[in-house]
């Protein structure tokens, strides 16, 4: 059974290794890594790269992969949509934070890049419909520098000023972190606020998605 995971920066290879390791020993993961990918999708729109993003599914699928996880949120949804018609799960790692984010009356999205917040909070409204509740009152915050420490491998920067601006929220229920890069951001804050980040239920969806359990892949 093997898992490919579909990435737009290496970072993310060793931290869902690492998450692998602790929560789903046995777990075949294989890395895809193509930064070009959020590159044009920030500079002219994630629907740009739809047709690369379905060839690399088909790769993977032809390679053997029991489901696809695509850890970038700028592009998440173009991949899910990519997949409908290969046969496996194809899924986008962000659904079960924003699951579980929908439930929330006043929700804060996070981003360090702005290409990110359309397709997150498109998300977050489809959920909150899939439940049956209206649009939450959503708010953004777009973390200024942030992206330009991440680009730059400052990743102590990146995550300082992405802890900060958790910290500067006070007036919401929930706080989503809206790439996966941020999510060790939350051990460095001081906030009494749930902060959700996506990657540890994310892959726990993909996990169960390629095992071929029902009704898990998408709300965990």
């Given at each position: 059974?093997?898992?490919?995971?579909?990435?737009?920066?290496?970072?993310?290879?060793?931290?869902?290794?690492?998450l692998r390791d602790s929560g789903h020993p046995g777990?075949?993961?294989?890395?895809?890594?193509?930064?070009?990918?959020?590159?044009?999708?920030?500079?002219?729109?994630?629907?740009?790269?739809?047709?690369?993003?379905?060839?690399?599914?088909?790769?993977?699928?032809?390679?053997?992969?029991?489901?696809?996880?695509?850890?970038?949120?700028?592009?998440?949804?173009?991949?899910?949509?990519?997949?409908?018609?290969?046969?496996?799960?194809?899924?986008?790692?962000?659904?079960?934070?924003?699951?579980?984010?929908?439930?929330?009356?006043?929700?804060?999205?996070?981003?360090?890049?702005?290409?990110?917040?359309?397709?997150t909070l498109a998300l977050l409204a489809e959920e909150?419909?899939?439940?049956?509740?209206?649009?939450?009152?959503?708010?953004?915050?777009?973390?200024?520098?942030?992206?330009?420490?991440?680009?730059?491998?400052?990743?102590?920067?990146?995550?300082?000023?992405?802890?900060?601006?958790?910290?500067?929220?006070?007036?919401?229920?929930?706080?989503?972190?809206?790439?996966?890069?941020?999510?060790?951001?939350?051990?460095?804050?001081?906030?009494?606020?749930?902060?959700?980040?996506?990657?540890?239920?994310?892959?726990?969806?993909?996990?169960?998605?390629?095992?071929?359990?029902p009704g898990r892949a998408g709300h965990l």
């Amino acid at each position: 059974m093997t898992l490919t995971l579909l990435h737009t920066s290496p970072v993310h290879v060793p931290v869902f290794d690492a998450l692998r390791d602790s929560g789903h020993p046995g777990l075949a993961l294989r890395h895809l890594v193509h930064e070009e990918l959020l590159d044009r999708a920030a500079a002219m729109g994630p629907e740009v790269v739809r047709g690369d993003i379905e060839a690399l599914l088909t790769g993977a699928v032809a390679e053997g992969a029991a489901a696809v996880l695509c850890t970038c949120s700028t592009i998440g949804g173009v991949a899910e949509s990519a997949g409908a018609a290969l046969g496996v799960p194809v899924l986008r790692l962000d659904r079960p934070m924003a699951a579980a984010a929908a439930r929330a009356q006043r929700v804060t999205v996070i981003a360090a890049l702005a290409a990110t917040l359309p397709p997150t909070l498109a998300l977050l409204a489809e959920e909150a419909a899939g439940v049956g509740r209206g649009p939450a009152e959503v708010r953004t915050v777009l973390v200024d520098g942030a992206w330009g420490r991440f680009e730059a491998g400052d990743r102590d920067g990146y995550l300082g000023l992405v802890a900060a601006a958790v910290d500067a929220v006070t007036d919401t229920d929930v706080i989503v972190l809206a790439q996966a890069s941020m999510a060790e951001a939350v051990t460095r804050t001081a906030t009494g606020i749930p902060v959700l980040s996506s990657p540890r239920a994310g892959l726990a969806a993909a996990a169960a998605a390629a095992a071929g359990v029902p009704g898990r892949a998408g709300h965990l």
